[in-house]
């Protein structure tokens, strides 16, 4: 007796191994399935007196050359920013939005 179950239990020790190589160079052979992921974009509309928080400033644009786009000096405490396809008078320490301008 002990010696059918020993070797029933070395059987299934070599045979599991096998069985599951067999799982996986089928799952090799089959199409790959894609995924596809949307991206949604959302535009955001700005408005004067939005508070931005500081993650949103840090993925701003800031316009040094104000000039080329025709836009008064920032007065102190403030800069002009680039989002999207408009420009924003922010203050630096609060981050509320004073002026937008349309960029063309």
Known sequence: MKKIFAALLSA???????AFASQASAAEHRRPVIVEKKVVVHKYRWTKGHRMTA???RHMAEVRDYRRYRL?????????V???????????????????????
Not at 13 to 18: K, N
Not at 82 to 104: E, H, M
């Open 72 to 80: 008064s000096p920032p007065p102190r405490g403030y800069r002009w």
């Open 55 to 57: 993650a949103e400033r």
């Open 12 to 18: 299934s020790f070599l045979l599991t191994p096998i």
């Open 82 to 104: 680039r989002a999207d396809n408009d420009f924003l008078l922010i203050g630096i320490t609060s981050g509320i939005v004073s002026s937008i301008i349309a960029a063309r």
